[in-house]
């Protein structure tokens, strides 16, 4: 429990008073500063719809003629909230928070590369190189390469749709599963890391090939 | 990010880039990730069978020039290690080399799996009997 500080009203933790709408936001993790429950399945409209009506609610320009006290804490719940929306909105970012919020950390036990897709981007990596090396020299090859690469960009697109596809599976598995410990919960958490890191891995090369197809453009 | 002189100078100049050919015998490779990033890392360890001891080293890192810098360390430390003494090499070793800063400690963290990596999947391939506990076959 806590105390709004503006009607001492003592209450559940959230973003704004229930009985006088002060801005609160003390301690709250980042769905409880959204009000949304803690499962990882979001309704994008919700999200949204909750976020601005939060934002209008302890919005800044509310307080201006308030105490110090209330006005700091408008500022300061209103960086929670845009924090929650930011970090929430994207599933990627929100399964992250997610391994964080739970004591997990993506990278233990978790470095093996899925071995197709280390042969995969080192295969485009070393189109890049060459891609790199050819820039300089006549017209032609560069031309072949950047089509090459550029097929390569789609093909890893769709795979982060299939890996997103996964994400939104794992996700319902886990509101589903209701959060109990034990083998079940393990094996979540193991496949919640395994996808979040292959989209990494996609990500990184995808950054790679903008870099290069765009700096081969600019040349 | 500032780069140490030292990442620099492995990072425009990296030692063994590359990649023994393929079906060479007595390679073992490690490839592993950094999740956080998205950076991959192969290390290539070429080891002698009669004596566990490394020969050659190769590696491929692309992107972050602190695990460029590492991996590249790396290759130039384990040459002439026995197997058993790489597989004690660890990250604070490249990072004091290096001096890498907190946020790129990952990044030697990322060499240090991939020697392990290389010597597991390079022990996969032997038979118990040669290589897998070379000073013991000696003594007896
Ligand atoms: S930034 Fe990820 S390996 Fe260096």
Same mark, same amino acid.
């Given at each position: 429990?806590?105390?709004?500080?503006?009607?001492?009203r003592?209450?559940? +933790?959230?973003l704004?008073?229930? =009985?006088?709408?002060?801005? /609160?936001?003390?301690?709250?993790?980042l769905f409880?500063a959204?009000?949304?429950?803690?499962k990882?399945?979001? *309704? +994008?409209?919700?999200?949204?719809?909750?976020?601005?009506?939060?934002?209008?609610?302890?919005? +800044?320009?509310? &307080?201006a003629? #308030?105490?110090?006290?209330?006005? *700091?804490?408008?500022?300061?719940?209103?960086?929670?909230?845009?924090?929650?929306?930011?970090?929430?909105?994207?599933?990627?970012?929100?399964?992250?928070?997610?391994?964080?919020?739970?004591?997990?950390?993506?990278?233990d036990?978790?470095?093996?590369?899925?071995?197709?897709?280390?042969?995969?981007?080192?295969?485009? =990596?070393?189109?890049?190189?060459?891609?790199r090396?050819?820039?300089?020299?006549?017209?032609?090859e560069?031309?072949?390469?950047?089509?090459?690469?550029?097929?390569?960009?789609?093909?890893?697109?769709?795979?982060?749709?299939?890996?997103?596809?996964?994400?939104?599976?794992? &996700?319902?598995?886990? *509101?589903?599963?209701?959060?109990?410990?034990?083998?079940?919960?393990?094996?979540?958490?193991?496949?919640? #890391?395994?996808?979040?890191s292959?989209?990494?891995?996609?990500r990184? /090369?995808?950054r790679?090939?903008?870099?290069?197809?765009?700096?081969?453009?600019?040349? | 990010?500032?780069?140490?002189?030292?990442?620099?100078?492995?990072y !425009?100049?990296?030692?063994?880039?590359?990649?023994?050919?393929?079906?060479?015998d007595?390679?073992?490779?490690?490839?592993?990730?950094?999740?956080?990033?998205?950076?991959?890392?192969?290390?290539?360890l @070429?080891?002698?069978?009669?004596?566990?001891?490394?020969?050659?080293? @190769?590696?491929? !890192?692309?992107?972050?020039?602190?695990?460029?810098?590492?991996?590249?360390?790396v !290759?130039? %430390?384990?040459k002439?290690?026995?197997?058993?003494?790489?597989?004690t090499?660890?990250?604070?070793?490249?990072?004091?080399? %290096?001096?890498?800063?907190?946020? @790129?400690?990952?990044? $030697?963290? %990322?060499?240090?799996?991939?020697?392990?990596?290389a010597?597991?999947?390079w @022990?996969?391939?032997? !038979?118990?009997? $040669?290589?897998?506990?070379?000073?013991?076959?000696?003594? $007896?």
């Amino acid at each position: 429990m806590i105390k709004c500080q503006a009607c001492d009203r003592e209450q559940q +933790p959230r973003l704004l008073c229930a =009985q006088c709408g002060a801005p /609160l936001g003390a301690g709250l993790d980042l769905f409880a500063a959204l009000g949304l429950p803690r499962k990882l399945t979001i *309704d +994008p409209a919700r999200l949204e719809q909750t976020y601005h009506d939060l934002g209008r609610r302890i919005h +800044p320009d509310r &307080f201006a003629s #308030k105490s110090v006290r209330l006005r *700091d804490a408008s500022l300061r719940a209103t960086a929670l909230l845009t924090r929650a929306y930011r970090t929430l909105r994207d599933p990627v970012s929100r399964g992250l928070y997610w391994l964080e919020l739970n004591g997990h950390k993506l990278a233990d036990n978790n470095k093996s590369v899925p071995a197709d897709l280390a042969e995969m981007v080192f295969e485009v =990596q070393e189109q890049l190189a060459d891609l790199r090396v050819a820039r300089d020299g006549s017209g032609g090859e560069a031309e072949r390469l950047r089509g090459a690469v550029d097929e390569r960009r789609t093909e890893l697109h769709r795979m982060i749709e299939g890996g997103s596809r996964e994400l939104v599976q794992n &996700f319902a598995r886990w *509101d589903a599963h209701g959060g109990a410990n034990g083998a079940g919960r393990d094996a979540l958490v193991m496949e919640l #890391k395994l996808v979040l890191s292959k989209i990494a891995y996609l990500r990184t /090369l995808i950054r790679d090939i903008d870099r290069e197809l765009d700096s081969a453009q600019a040349a | 990010m500032a780069y140490s002189e030292k990442v620099i100078e492995h990072y !425009t100049n990296p030692r063994n880039v590359g990649s023994f050919a393929k079906g060479e015998d007595n390679v073992g490779t490690g490839v592993v990730g950094a999740p956080e990033c998205g950076d991959v890392m192969k290390l290539q360890l @070429k080891i002698n069978p009669e004596n566990g001891v490394i020969e050659d080293a @190769k590696f491929k !890192t692309f992107g972050c020039g602190s695990a460029i810098a590492s991996s590249s360390y790396v !290759t130039e %430390l384990v040459k002439g290690k026995h197997i058993e003494e790489a597989m004690t090499i660890k990250n604070t070793v490249i990072v004091k080399e %290096l001096n890498l800063p907190p946020v @790129k400690i990952h990044c $030697s963290v %990322l060499a240090e799996d991939a020697i392990k990596a290389a010597i597991t999947d390079w @022990k996969s391939h032997q !038979t118990p009997a $040669s290589a897998q506990e070379p000073r013991k076959a000696q003594e $007896s």
